[in-house]
C-alpha cells in the first residue's frame, strides 16, 4: 500500500522560513515523480512545484524565486524549502507522487498545514 506521509508544515510570520518533506513507503514500483500542491480555503487544489520532464520542475508563478524543490530518489523522499512565506501561502500542502505502475498513477498524502500569519 502506497504511503506519503508529510511533515514539517506549522504557524509562521510573514517573511519567515518552513521546510515541508515527504516520505514514501510501501511503494514497489518506480517512482517517476515527487513534488507538491496545495489547497487554500475555498480554492481548488493547485501545483507548487512538480517536475515534468527530465530534469525540469514546473514552480506555480506565485512562489518561484521563495521556494525551492528537492528530492532523493534513493530515500524516495522530497522536500520543499519555502523562503519570504506570504500570508497568501497559507494553505494544506499535499506531496505528490507519480508511480509507475505500467501507467502513471499520482498518490498523494493526507496533507500538512501551513499558516502564514501577517
Known amino acids: 500500500q502506497v504511503q506519503l506521509v508529510e511533515s514539517g508544515g506549522g504557524l509562521v510570520q510573514a517573511g519567515g522560513s518552513l521546510r515541508l518533506s515527504c516520505a514514501a513507503s510501501g511503494i514497489l514500483f518506480r517512482i517517476n515523480a515527487m513534488g507538491w500542491y496545495r489547497q487554500a480555503p475555498g480554492k481548488q487544489r493547485e501545483l507548487v512545484a512538480f517536475p515534468t520532464s527530465g530534469d525540469t520542475t514546473t514552480y506555480a508563478d506565485s512562489v518561484k524565486g521563495r521556494f525551492t524543490i528537492s528530492r532523493d530518489n534513493a530515500k524516495k523522499t522530497v522536500s520543499l524549502q519555502m523562503n519570504s512565506l506570504k500570508p497568501e501561502d497559507t494553505a494544506v500542502y499535499y506531496c505528490?507522487?507519480?508511480?509507475?505502475?505500467?501507467?502513471?498513477?499520482?498518490?498523494w498524502g493526507q496533507g500538512t498545514q501551513v499558516t502564514v500569519s501577517s
Open positions: 505528490g507522487a507519480d508511480v509507475d505502475v505500467g501507467w502513471l498513477k499520482r498518490c
